[in-house]
């Protein structure tokens, strides 16, 4: 089992910070590689069961399902199940915690899988930390204030 990590602390406030992440909908407000989403299975995009495809910006089709959405812990967990990375049972969670002195928030986003066959999991960490959530969160960044 591999586990890819990232972090990042905000200057805006964990409520302004989660405000935009928990929208499992809203990932092409924020990710530069994603250009569009559709809920396409599920109660609507709060409610765990909640299927999203999302296209990039190279044409890519991705299948995620919300699993878990926790306003109180400011945290969403989610899981791939179709996708072109070189991933297999992939799931992430995204979690925002107040930073206290600063007023600002600080971003956790991990994730556990295995590598898909003919990538080793070196290939896949690299594919989700420098591919996926590096760009990002640098991009969130810019969203957020």
Request: avoid cysteine; charge should be negative.
């Amino acid at each position: 089992m591999a586990e890819a990590y990232w972090s990042s602390v905000f200057t805006s406030s964990a409520d302004e910070l989660w405000s935009v992440l928990r929208q499992f909908n809203g990932l092409p407000t924020w990710h530069p590689a994603i250009r569009s989403s559709e809920l396409v299975e599920g109660e609507g995009e709060f409610a765990p069961g909640a299927v999203r495809v999302l296209t990039g910006a190279d044409g890519s089709t991705f299948r995620e399902r919300l699993v878990a959405l926790d306003d109180a812990r400011h945290s969403l967990t989610y899981e791939i199940i179709d996708s072109p990375l070189p991933v297999r049972g992939y799931r992430s969670t995204l979690q925002v915690w107040p930073v206290a002195d600063s007023g600002g928030a600080f971003l956790t986003w991990s994730a556990t899988f295995d590598a898909a066959d003919g990538h080793t999991p070196d290939e896949a960490v690299a594919a989700i930390t420098e591919g996926a959530y590096a760009p990002a969160i640098a991009a969130l960044h810019k969203t957020v204030h």
